[in-house]
């Protein structure tokens, strides 16, 4: 177990649709860092925040926005869905920020689209 | 472009002997290099990691090697047991610490 909790396991949903992903890091992480694992881009980085601020972006579609909350919870949410963003997308945490930091994974959400 | 590249998508390997699973990348500057082991179902496990300033680095039966001047680095394993058949990704670590991944090579360890 890796301490980084994701919600939910798993999604169905149809295409134009909106879905919220939840995530909680390691207790006293303050990075959190998104991942999209299709089977044809592979696992691709799309979003950072470090302690409510948002970091850096990857190759994240603009139908798609996260946010880190005080608690340092984070959530991604992805809008107007399509066929081609059914994927499994992961949540990571590191504890600061900087190449070298270990970054720890969730489970994962498993996403759907019909 | 920084990118990883792993080039053998698979590689069977008898119990007891040696894995080795390799990397390539381009444009190194400071960096450091990860390596993960996924199952299926489940998420990315941090295995090890090198900076760039380093040639080896070993922890347990794993040891990683990096070869600059080639642009190379190597995941040694010894001895291979079942257990460490999964996917395995190398990975870059840059800037803020986001990583960039290879493709993954999927290891099976035969008993």
């Known amino acids: 177990d890796s301490g980084v909790t994701q919600t939910p396991k798993h999604l169905i949903t149809a295409t134009g649709q909106r879905v919220t992903l939840r995530c909680s890091p390691r207790?006293?992480?303050?990075?959190v860092y998104w991942y999209q694992q299709s089977l044809d881009q592979g696992l691709q980085f799309l979003i950072q925040?470090?302690?409510?601020?948002?970091?850096a972006k990857g190759n994240i579609l603009e139908r798609f926005s996260a946010q880190q909350f005080p608690d340092l919870h984070s959530e991604l949410n992805l809008s107007s869905l399509e066929l081609g963003d059914s994927a499994l997308y992961f949540c990571?945490?590191?504890?600061?920020?900087?190449?070298?930091?270990?970054?720890?994974f969730g489970p994962g959400t498993r996403l759907t689209v019909l | 472009d920084q990118q990883v590249k792993q080039n053998s998508p698979s590689l069977s390997v008898q119990e007891g002997r040696i894995s080795i699973l390799n990397c390539d990348y381009t444009?190194?500057?400071?960096?450091?290099f990860l390596w993960y082991k996924k199952y299926p179902a489940e998420g990315p496990t941090f295995l090890i990691s090198?900076?760039?300033?380093?040639d080896k680095n070993e922890d347990g039966r794993f040891t990683v090697f990096l070869n600059k001047s080639a642009k190379h680095l190597s995941l040694h394993i010894v001895p291979s047991q079942p257990g460490d058949s999964a996917v395995y990704f190398c990975?870059?670590?840059?800037?803020?610490?986001?990583?960039?991944f290879g493709s993954g090579t999927q290891l099976t360890v035969l008993p």
């Open positions: 207790s006293g992480d303050l990075s």
């Open positions: 990975a870059r670590s840059v800037e803020d610490g986001q990583l960039t």
């Open positions: 444009n190194s500057m400071f960096d450091y």
């Open positions: 990571a945490s590191s504890a600061f920020l900087g190449p070298g930091d270990t970054q720890y």
């Open positions: 090198i900076s760039s300033i380093k």
């Open positions: 925040y470090y302690n409510g601020e948002e970091r």
